[in-house]
Structures are given as structure tokens and as C-alpha cells.
């Protein structure tokens, strides 16, 4: 990515033939993630023709050279490339891109009755001494509901159930955002107010090593989708159908009624950009980029973002510039969703805390389209890795 | 006062359009943001405030203070200062307070900034009053107005079928011409607004500094720097040489480009003030969160002497914006108790 963003009009990986690499598994690991970065890469307007990857051992000289030169054949007829974006151009301000929303109303919520059982769930565990603190949702002083922090049995009283609990509270639970607890030497296990979603969260972080089971207790919620303007659903809930946390220590609410499935705003966006031309879809995705602003909301927000320094944000700027401009500004966000595919749950959280409205969730979909597609599987189901990061299927044993 | 319709505003600055850069509200992707724009047509009419503030054509997010280019002949350094004039159309009374509070560290002292001073130069600013308060807004109570004309160069008031203009500075009046005008006896309207939250400078600061509320009031914090890119005043920023792929016009063959780069960041960050060696004063999101409040309340208004008044404009982006909904309105509130 680094190399289209430094101005190569085309890149050819050549690796040993799979099974004669003598660093064993790198070429592997290549052949799972190149056809998931070539679909980024094309998604976001470069023709993938300019990305190829291929295997020549060191004795195979005239297979070397034919490749080489049939790439560079290639990349020639597709003629000069036009990824970077000079320094200075001016704003693109041509297309638009309306926010997604939905527009299914909410089945009366029990929200009074699932209030209740988390604050009396909260008060046992931190009356019983289990946890250090409970993480949940609070209304504040504006009338928003967000994010929480009882230590105490009385600040349990404080914790909420409500149709805009739409925060993935699991962010919370990484080693950088969790909060230390003040006089206690031993860290105690944390309590945390999980959706359906936000549980496959959890399994993620488990499978990455992030805390153990023993560490995070879950107080499960069933949903039947969350609204962050009063009346609309959002987009990721009107077609989610899961009703019980995948994971949890204790339940709460009964499992709501399904609802009727309706086909996700974000689905079809995604396959209307793949109709559409490359030159069309890197006009599109620029056009969005424009208006990053580098604060690292999404980063931030994201309970899979958890690297103890980014790479985008390191002094070395061996992966990207400081500036905020447009080159950077892509390369961090097509960077974040390739790191995140097979990884991202979908929670969306990233989306909603972008002040830009930069339509985040059509990266992450069309990722986690590319991975269901290849390898049948789908974040945090089970708390196993990424098979973007491991080296062949199977190899991971769980427990 | 006098005083212009909305089709002679539409004419004028379709006029200033032509000969420099105009920016003005304009709406994308469903934000309102300040931008470039070609046409008055573009211009988002009756819109609130921009969720950007007016800082970034001042002091942009980032910019090439330098460029550097190595060859056979040697080092060759050249200063790159900001060219060509601009127009602010729409500016709240908020963004032009937030730019005097930036005017104290970049211009009024020595050393000025030569790259702020250039813009501040190139930049002629046409307020328009608000007609109310947004929910989040609370300029009221730290010594701003939605009508406050102080820190423009002309200032509009809404009224019936247009404007009464004010030209507050020279430059200002000089860009009005004189044909505009319609002599009108007219006042201009007159605005009534309350202080909703106690001035943040009653709040004696330092005795607050070990609170242990800096610690539950960060809990939620994300460490992500929206508010602080989202405010008026909020200047802090990195400075670093990087090396730059070669440009169509760029140096001959052999030749390496370098550029200066200072690119905005906040005490929101993680990384923030990292020293060599890893060290970081400001660790704990406690300990960055407190130092938004107090380098808006304390540290900035006595280190460039703003007297008694506060480095926050009342603006309540950070506010809006806070996907945790960190509260500054709240804090205030909170410590004046």
C-alpha cells in the first residue's frame, strides 16, 4: 500500500512456491491476505491488475523474467497510474454520500425491566467484592446515554437499559482504555453491559490474548436493536437478527421476536460501488477521505484497535506521513480496514464516532464480505483468530 | 445601520468570489462544514454553526513550513509562505474570538509566526450574527455574544429581507463597495440572550488540580482528539522533516525532497508530549483531559495574559461532537459547586 502511496505504478510480490519457503509459513500468510488486500485495494479505485502476486523459486530464471516482463506488459497498457494524489489539490466536493439510516420502528423495549436487573446484578458484584467496577450505560445531563463506571453498589444505581445503548462498551476492556481502579493492588475482574454484537467483541479480544475469561465478567443484554435518533433503528440492527449474546456469565431480558430481515443500506451500497469503475469508485472514497480529520475517533472507539502504538501514528512515519492530507489520510483508513478484517464484529462504533460522516462501515463490510467469501467465517461467533492471521486452517486449537 | 438585501450579499460575494478565495458554510454528507466555494450558490443558507470551526484557513491541520532538497550542488532550503487572499463569509461571533484567543500566541508576542501572520494578513472575515443559541452553545458566559462584532472586519445582523452591515475594520470597509449600500434608517436588530452556565473564571483552577473527579470524569474518555480539532482555540501542534516522493516538477535526477511539516495535536492523544527515551509527562487520560480544562481556564489566559478571560469560546462544538458525550458544560458546572 505504502509503495502505491509513494507513486509505483505497479507492484509484483514474488515469493517461493508454497511448501519450499525456507521461512516456512511467510508465503502462506501471503497467499491468505494479498487476494483481501487486492480487494481493498480495488474497491477504493486501484485497477487490480497493478497489485500481482506469484510464486518463482531462486533456480527458475525464465519463469522470473516471463512474469516480469507480462507484468510489466500489463502495467504499461493500463498506462500511468493516478493513486497519489498531488500535494495541494484542491478539495474534491463532487459526490455526496447520504448517511445511512433506517427506518424500522422499535418493538416496545422492556428497557424499565432490564434497567432494573442490571443495576441489581451490578449491586451483587460489586456488594459481593467480585468485580472491581461495572461498565454500563448512564444518561447524562444532556439526556444522552453513554458510557458508565460504577465502583460502587450506589453508583450501580446510576447504570441504565435504554433503546440508545448503542456504545460497544468492550473498548473499554483493552489494556490502553481500561481504567485503573484506585486502592486496589490485585486487579480485580471488570463487569461489562454486552449486546449480541458487542459479545462477538469479546471473543475477539479473548482470541487475541487481550484478557482471560476470568478477567471480564459479562452481564449479557438481549437487543432488539439500538436507535441513536429516536424512531430509527440503525443501519447495522436492521438486519441483525441475533437477539442473545454469544457470550455472557449472566442474561438479561427475554429473547426478543425476530424481525423481519430487510437488505442492509450498507450491502447494497457496497455492491453499487463494485459496479461502478475504478476511476468512479477512487473519485468516491477520495471524496469521503477528504474530510478525515486524523482525531482517531474510529481508532479510538474501536475494541479491535488496540495496537500499544499504531502504525499510522508512529514517529518513523515508515507507513505514513503526519500530515493530514489526502494520501495519508487514506492510507490510515484502508490500512485500519485491512487490519481489521476478520476482526471487525460490525459494531459500527467507528462509523458513529466520526464526526465526518466518513461512511466507515462500507470498508469494514466490503472486508468482512471478502472473508466470509473465502474462508466461511465470521468475527467473534467463536473466540478464535482472525484466519488473516493465522497460517492454515485448523491450525488453531482453541483452549 | 445600513443595511443590504439578500440579493445584493448574493452579488457581492459572487463579485469577491472572482477575485480570491471565498470560504463560506457549505454542506456535505450531511455536515456543515467551512470550505471553498466557487458560487454563493453553494453556501448553506440559514445553517447554524460549521462543526469545524472557522481555525483551519489560519492555522491548517497541516502544512509545509519548509522544503528541502538535497543534491550534488549541496542543501537547498526553501520557505514556503502562505500566498493568496481569502474570504470568510458566515463566521460566528465564536470563530473570530476563538482566532483573537490564537492571535496571542501566534502574533501578538514575539516570536511571531511568520505562516499565521500570513493568512491573518490575507484573511478578511464577514461575520454573521446568530439569530439564537444552539442547545450546546454558551458563549454568553465567557464574555462572548451571539451578535459580539469585536474580532470581525464587517459583520452582518440578520434582519427582515437581509442585512444591517457593519464595517468593523479598515479592511473590512474596503472591501464593501460603495455601490452596496442602501441607506436605511433602520436599527439593527436588537438580540436578547441569557447566560446559561457560570463563567468558567469564577472557578478558582489550581485548588482543583488533584481532584480526584479528573479521574471519573475521564473514565469514558476516548483518547481520541475531536474535540480538540473540532475547537477555535485549541493551537497545540508536531513538527517533523519527512521525506517526500519526487513530484512530476520536482529536482533533477538524483535530488532528494524533504519537507518541514507541522501538522496539528492535541493533549487528547496518547502521545502526546512523548519525550526521547518514551517518557510521557501526561500518561494517565486523567491527567490529559484536566489539561483541555486548564489550558482553556488557567495555564493559556496567564501565560499570553488574556486577563480574566477564558481560551474557550463558548462555541460547544466539542460538546456535539464528544462521541462519549465528555461534557465541557457539565465540568464547568461540576467544579463551580
Redesign the interface.
Known amino acids: 500500500m505504502r509503495t502505491f502511496?509513494?507513486?509505483a505504478d505497479g507492484v509484483l510480490i514474488l515469493g517461493c512456491h508454497i511448501g519450499e519457503c525456507h521461512y516456512e509459513t511467510g508465503n502462506h500468510r501471503a497467499a491468505k491476505r494479498l487476494p483481501i488486500l487486492k480487494a481493498l485495494m480495488s474497491y477504493a479505485g486501484l485497477e487490480p491488475e497493478r497489485l500481482r502476486l506469484d510464486w518463482v523459486s531462486a533456480s527458475e530464471g525464465e519463469r522470473f523474467s516471463r512474469i516480469a516482463n507480462e507484468f510489466v506488459e500489463t502495467v504499461r497498457a493500463l498506462g500511468p497510474i493516478k493513486w497519489?494524489v498531488?500535494?495541494g489539490e484542491?478539495?474534491i466536493?463532487t459526490q455526496?454520500?447520504?448517511?445511512i439510516r433506517g427506518d424500522v420502528p422499535l418493538v416496545e423495549q422492556s428497557c424499565a425491566v432490564k434497567t432494573d436487573a442490571i443495576r441489581a446484578k451490578a449491586r451483587e458484584l460489586l456488594n459481593n467484592g467480585v468485580v472491581g467496577y461495572v461498565i454500563g450505560y448512564e444518561v447524562?445531563?444532556?439526556g444522552?446515554t453513554?458510557?458508565?463506571?460504577a465502583n460502587t453498589p450506589e453508583e450501580a444505581n446510576k447504570l441504565v437499559w435504554n433503546p440508545d445503548c448503542t456504545?460497544n462498551l468492550t473498548?473499554?476492556l483493552g489494556k490502553?482504555?481500561r481504567?485503573a481502579v484506585?486502592g486496589i493492588e490485585q486487579p480485580k475482574p471488570v463487569a461489562v453491559v454486552v449486546k449480541p454484537c458487542d459479545s462477538r467483541a469479546i471473543n475477539v479480544l479473548l482470541a487475541e490474548n487481550q484478557f482471560t475469561r476470568e478477567q471480564v465478567y459479562i452481564i449479557g443484554v438481549t437487543c432488539e436493536g439500538t436507535q441513536h435518533d429516536p424512531g430509527v433503528l440503525q443501519a447495522r440492527c436492521q438486519v441483525c437478527n441475533e437477539r442473545v449474546p454469544v457470550v455472557y456469565d449472566t442474561l438479561i431480558g427475554d429473547p426478543p421476536p425476530q424481525h423481519e430481515a430487510k437488505p442492509s443500506p450498507v450491502v447494497l451500497k457496497v455492491a453499487e460501488l463494485e459496479q461502478k469503475t475504478p476511476a468512479e469508485r477512487m473519485e468516491f472514497w477520495l471524496s469521503?477521505f477528504d474530510?478525515c480529520?486524523?482525531?482517531?475517533?474510529c481508532?479510538?472507539?474501536c475494541p479491535m484497535c488496540n495496537c500499544p502504538?499504531c502504525l499510522y501514528?508512529r514517529d518513523d512515519?515508515l507507513w505514513i506521513?503526519?500530515?493530514?492530507?489526502m494520501n495519508e489520510k487514506r492510507a490510515f483508513h484502508l490500512g485500519r480496514a485491512y487490519h481489521l478484517a476478520g476482526r471487525c464484529v460490525g459494531c459500527n462504533?467507528c462509523e458513529?464516532?466520526c464526526?465526518?460522516?466518513?461512511p466507515i462501515s462500507l470498508l469494514n463490510m466490503k472486508m468482512a464480505q471478502e472473508i466470509e467469501a473465502a474462508f466461511s467465517f465470521r468475527a467473534g461467533l467463536k473466540p478464535v483468530p482472525s484466519p488473516v492471521v493465522t497460517v492454515l486452517s485448523g491450525e488453531y486449537k482453541e483452549g | 445601520m445600513n443595511f443590504i438585501t439578500q440579493a445584493q450579499l448574493t452579488e457581492w460575494l459572487d463579485g469577491i468570489a472572482h477575485q480570491q478565495t471565498l470560504i463560506a458554510p457549505y454542506k456535505m454528507a450531511d455536515i456543515l462544514l467551512y470550505q471553498p466555494v466557487q458560487s454563493s450558490l453553494m453556501i448553506a443558507w440559514d445553517s447554524i454553526r460549521p462543526v469545524m470551526s472557522a481555525k483551519e484557513f489560519f492555522f491548517p491541520p497541516s502544512e509545509r513550513l519548509l522544503l528541502i532538497e538535497k543534491g550534488a550542488a549541496g542543501i537547498k532550503l526553501t520557505e514556503t509562505l502562505p500566498k493568496g487572499r481569502q474570504v470568510i463569509f458566515g463566521a460566528r461571533p465564536c470563530d473570530a474570538h476563538g482566532i483573537k484567543v490564537l492571535d496571542a500566541l501566534f502574533l501578538d508576542k514575539p516570536p511571531v509566526d511568520l505562516y499565521y501572520a500570513s493568512r491573518r494578513a490575507n484573511t478578511t472575515i464577514i461575520g454573521l450574527a446568530c439569530k439564537e443559541m444552539g442547545s450546546s452553545c454558551f458563549c454568553t458566559s465567557v464574555g462572548g455574544a451571539p451578535d459580539d462584532a469585536s474580532n470581525m472586519d464587517v459583520m452582518l445582523y440578520p434582519a427582515e429581507g437581509g442585512y444591517a452591515v457593519e464595517a468593523v475594520t479598515e479592511k473590512g470597509r474596503s472591501l464593501i463597495p460603495d455601490s452596496l449600500y442602501t441607506i436605511d434608517n433602520r436599527q439593527r436588530p436588537a438580540f436578547n440572550f441569557i447566560s446559561n452556565i457560570v463563567n468558567p473564571q469564577s472557578i478558582n483552577w489550581p485548588a482543583h488540580f488533584d481532584d480526584e473527579y479528573w479521574a471519573r470524569t475521564s473514565e469514558r474518555c476516548l483518547s481520541c482528539r475531536a474535540c480538540a480539532y473540532v475547537c477555535p482555540t485549541c493551537r497545540c501542534f508536531s513538527v517533523r522533516d519527512e521525506f517526500l516522493p519526487v513530484e512530476a516538477d520536482g529536482c533533477n535526477p538524483g535530488c532528494a525532497q524533504y519537507e518541514r511539516i507541522r501538522g496539528w495535536d492535541s493533549c487528547e492523544g496518547e502521545n502526546y508530549r512523548r519525550t526521547a527515551g518514551g517518557h510521557r509527562p501526561r500518561a494517565e487520560k486523567s491527567q490529559r483531559l484536566r489539561n483541555r480544562y486548564f489550558c482553556k481556564f488557567y495555564f493559556y489566559p496567564e501565560q499570553y495574559g488574556l486577563g480574566n478571560a477564558s481560551a474557550c469560546t463558548g462555541c460547544g462544538r466539542c460538546v456535539d461532537i464528544c462521541p462519549v458525550n465528555v461534557d465541557i458544560t457539565e465540568v464547568i458546572t461540576d467544579l463551580a459547586r
Open positions: 502511496d509513494q507513486g497519489r498531488p500535494s484542491a478539495a466536493l455526496q454520500f447520504a448517511a447524562g445531563l444532556r444522552r453513554r458510557p458508565s463506571f456504545y473498548t473499554y490502553k482504555r481504567p484506585k469521503q474530510r480529520i486524523r482525531c482517531y475517533a481508532r479510538q472507539a502504538v501514528e512515519s506521513g503526519m500530515g493530514i492530507n462504533e458513529r464516532a464526526p465526518m460522516n466518513i
